[in-house]
């Protein structure tokens, strides 16, 4: 099918979304993408991105570009609540041959992956209706304008309107956690991914390079507070570590929920979900973008190792299903250690953590 006129349409202009643009793109396709939001709008935000990230930005021939941003990470650090160290990964022995982990910022990714796209985004555009068609989908936008494509593809993010539009899946699960980020622009010296673990909660520090950090917090709960900054002083103004000086430089904190997205099938017809609007998790292991960029490469070489768009879909999602299950898994197991209280936790984690860590990205670190 490479290189054939297939009409296809990409709603969402994120991670999943400008990937699979470009991907698609290289594999000689002509997407459409459209995006709700107006161009531009961004929170400044940290990302860290482990080695399978850096492999599937290499086959999306990216690496280049995106080589010159942020800061490689070598090692994670895990501490318990008073900053005493618990264990430690070492990411060249876990990502060896793979890629490199490396922490940004989310909108410098973004400007990567919009050029890589072909910069031809229609933002503001927002799909209303889709009508399923033989072999193809009819698509009505909110400014009443009809298209019809071959093959329509929902990068829309967990709370995906194409979901429901396409009869999919409802609304995500809320996996029960309250999540803080914030990006220092001049903080205390960290210099590589820095985890403390306390009671259902946790601090996270990265530095994102240029003397910036990445900092996220989590804690168990379901409704975000009116004041995060204040809630994040209360919650771990007694931790160790770097995580005082973190707390005093704080400025302006990004606070919501995380989702969960677990669906029976990923395709209807032509319409298909990728990315976070079909396997969105809790972002414990950091794997959500690494799995969008995945997902984009996969999808294309299916398209193009198959002869028709129905066999592509098929070969698709069989061969991403055990890696985002995987993901999915391994996060819920990771998630459940912060429910076992410190004093019996952290004695395990210092004896085994490394081993235990290491193990939850065993099969990522396999071929796509
Ligand atoms: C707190 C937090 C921290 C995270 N940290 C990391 C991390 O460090 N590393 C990592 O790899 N992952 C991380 N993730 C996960 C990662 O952000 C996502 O997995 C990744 O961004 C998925 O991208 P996506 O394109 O599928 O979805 P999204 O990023 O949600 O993008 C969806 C896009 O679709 C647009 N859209 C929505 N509805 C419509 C519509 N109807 N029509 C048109 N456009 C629409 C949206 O505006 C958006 O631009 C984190 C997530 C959270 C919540």
Not at 182 to 204: D, K, M, N, Y
Request: charged share 20%; proline share 7%; net charge positive.
């Amino acid at each position: 099918m490479g290189g054939s006129p297939v009409r296809i349409l990409v709603v969402g202009a994120g991670i999943a979304g400008l990937a699979v643009a470009r991907a698609l793109r290289l594999a000689g396709f002509r997407p459409d993408v459209t995006e709700k939001l107006p161009a531009g709008e961004l929170h400044d935000m940290g990302l860290y991105l482990p080695g399978n990230a850096a492999r599937a930005l290499r086959r999306l021939d990216l690496d280049g570009p995106v080589r010159p941003l942020g800061q490689v990470i070598h090692r994670q650090r895990f501490l318990d609540a008073t900053g005493a160290t618990l264990c430690e990964l070492d990411l060249h022995a876990l990502w060896g041959g793979v890629g490199e982990c490396r922490a940004l910022l989310r909108a410098e990714l973004h400007r990567v992956l919009l050029t890589g796209a072909g910069g031809a985004v229609r933002h503001g555009a927002e799909v209303r209706t889709i009508d399923q068609l033989p072999g193809a989908v009819g698509v009505t936008f909110a400014d009443g304008t009809t298209t019809e494509y071959d093959l329509v593809i929902g990068a829309d993010g967990p709370r995906s309107s194409i979901r429901t539009l396409a009869a999919l899946g409802g609304p995500p699960r809320p996996t029960g956690q309250v999540v803080y980020r914030s990006v220092i622009r001049h903080g205390p010296p960290v210099t590589e991914w820095t985890a403390l673990l306390g009671q259902r909660a946790g601090f996270l520090v990265v530095p994102i390079g240029a003397g910036r950090l990445h900092c996220y917090a989590d804690e168990t709960g379901g409704t975000p507070p009116a004041d995060p900054l204040a809630r994040l002083r209360d919650l771990f103004g007694g931790y160790g570590g770097p995580v005082p000086d973190v707390l005093d430089c704080l400025e302006s904190v990004h606070v919501g929920v995380t989702d969960e997205v677990e669906l029976g099938r990923w395709f209807h017809g032509r319409v298909l979900l990728v990315g976070d609007a079909a396997h969105a998790t809790a972002p414990t292991l950091s794997q959500g973008a690494a799995m969008a960029l995945e997902d984009a490469v996969v999808l294309a070489e299916s398209l193009t190792a198959t002869s028709s768009v129905d066999a592509a879909l098929i070969a698709y999602e069989s061969r991403r299903r055990p890696r985002t299950r995987w993901v999915r898994d391994r996060t819920r197991d990771r998630n459940r250690t912060r429910d076992v209280p410190p004093p019996l936790r952290d004695p395990l984690l210092r004896g085994r953590g490394g081993r235990i860590f290491q193990e939850h990205y065993r099969l990522l670190v396999g071929p796509l």
